[in-house]
């Protein structure tokens, strides 16, 4: 079973506490050029998941060529990526992806212009559109920060913001940098 | 009243407040602040019986990140200080310690965003100066402004609240006060639920059998269990010890014969299916 999920804040207590149980988590694969190639990076992600679980840092290209091996089937890993952007190169590359999740995007990074799918997913126009093709690949990718949190449907969430996007003249929420 | 007020907030910047900048001391913990508040008010029993019937309503409360609950230091000290100033015990305590910890929680959040979050560009512009101490110095003002502000909430809640809180207890029926007592009894269990859901754990879960099977059949009292869990966790860091002395005198067995067979089995690894050392122990 592979979940995927997307978080900006890679591994950390909501991934360690919560998901790691609900799932059933037997290792999780980050998948994220940048951290892949820094070891003080590798070495805050492995220290911040749970000790029974283990973990593996490689590039988004690793990562597909990881997941489509043999050895891979079978096994409950939590693929990690830090953009949509990510996610859907892994979907479009990896058949047998069973959930995706985005779950935390944009306060950190991004630019100015975001918009808002939920509270804690905030996307940029390319990856608006990222989103857009990801729902089309995987219809029933969802959003759900925490295991205990409601969960939407990312298709809904983009539904419901082009009819807001009718109503209204302005284009997109637009949000503090700040946040 | 002001000295109650004052003491009580003085409790909870220490406590609140310590726990904070000593990592996890569980000093904000009820069962800490609750004999606290009892030996400043002068009845270390009430204290102690408040706090330990907080303690186990709050005992799944474990705040992480946007996962949080509630704050169990403020919700203790305040309603410890009402229930001990007002008599009626952890009746009184844990209907009003609930929504205060609730409260308490928010106004948390909003110290750290905006008290020790505004602090955010001073430390990146003395870090960019390589003033070390001033950063130091910064780092415990904020913690002292921060849990100073938070401890201003129980002082006005105290030396304000008091006479209002008062009258509720006093209009409430004795009917209702009573039921809440029964409800009172009964948080625990949500408590303890709340701490399963987090450590319910199958390999661990043969000791909440244990213990139950002592309670409810031997009759054991709580000393008695204590003592026994001390000893089980004894067994098994002595066992967890020795299992890791053993792994490590494997590994070096395994290192001895060269680098060469770890190469052999890695390159073997790799024809297989396109995979290094490191990747294929992640799917093994």
């Known amino acids: 079973m592979i979940a995927l999920r997307v978080d900006e804040r890679l591994i950390h207590g909501q991934i360690a506490m919560a998901w790691c149980r609900a799932l059933q988590i037997q290792g999780i694969l980050v998948a994220n050029d940048e951290a892949a190639t820094n070891e003080v990076q590798k070495m805050a992600l492995k220290m911040a998941a749970p000790p029974e679980v283990k973990v593996l840092i490689k590039s988004v290209s690793d990562a597909v060529r990881i997941l489509t091996a043999p050895a891979a089937a079978g096994k409950r890993l939590l693929v990690l990526v830090r953009s949509v952007h990510d996610a859907l190169h892994l979907v479009e590359r990896v058949g047998n992806i ?30 608006l559109e990222d989103c857009k093709a990801l729902v089309q690949l995987a219809p029933e990718a969802f959003l759900q920060p925490v295991p205990t949190a409601e969960k939407t449907l990312a298709r809904d969430a983009l539904a419901k913001l082009s009819v807001r996007t009718e109503e209204s003249t302005s284009c997109c929420i637009k949000l503090p940098s700040s946040l | 009243m002001l000295y109650q007020a004052a003491i009580v907030a003085l409790i909870v910047f220490v406590t609140v407040g310590g726990a904070e900048s000593l990592g996890l001391s569980m000093l904000n913990r009820p069962i800490v602040i609750g004999p606290l508040v009892g030996l400043a008010l002068g009845d270390v029993q009430s204290g102690l019986l408040i706090g330990a019937a907080l303690e ?4 799944g409360v474990v705040n992480i990140g946007g996962a949080s609950s509630a704050e169990p230091g403020l919700a203790t000290a305040v309603g410890a200080a009402f229930a001990i100033h007002l008599g009626g015990g952890a009746a009184v305590a844990i209907p009003l310690a609930i929504p205060i910890g609730l409260l308490g929680l928010q106004v948390k959040t909003l110290t750290y965003i905006f008290i020790v979050g505004s602090f955010a560009p001073v430390f990146d512009r003395l870090a960019a100066q390589g003033k070390a101490k001033s950063i130091v110095g910064l780092h415990f003002g904020a913690w002292a402004l921060q849990w100073g502000l938070y401890a201003i909430l129980p002082f006005v809640g105290i030396l304000v609240g008091s006479d209002a809180i008062q009258v509720a207890v006093d209009a409430i029926p004795d009917v209702i006060m009573h039921g809440l007592e029964i409800c009172g009894n009964l948080l625990p269990a949500v408590g303890m639920a709340m701490l399963m859901k987090l450590l319910w754990d199958r390999t661990i879960a043969v000791f909440f059998f244990l213990g139950f099977v002592g309670v409810a059949y031997l009759q054991l009292p709580l000393i008695a269990l204590a003592v026994i869990g001390v000893i089980i966790a004894v067994v098994i860091g002595q066992r967890d010890y020795q299992a890791s002395k053993l792994a490590r005198e494997m590994d070096q067995l395994a290192k001895l014969p060269a680098g060469e067979h770890a190469v052999v089995m890695a390159g073997a690894g790799a024809e297989l299916d396109d995979l290094n050392a490191e990747e294929e122990d992640f799917l093994k």
Do not use: C, Q, R
């Not at chain 2, 186990?56 to 005992?59: I, K, L, N, P, R």
């Open chain 2, 56 to 59: 186990a309503v709050f005992m």
């Open chain 1, 98 to 127: 069973e959930s995706v999740n985005i779950g935390n995007v944009g306060k950190i990074s991004g630019g100015e212009d975001k918009t808002a799918l939920s509270s804690y997913v905030m996307l940029t126009p390319p990856e």
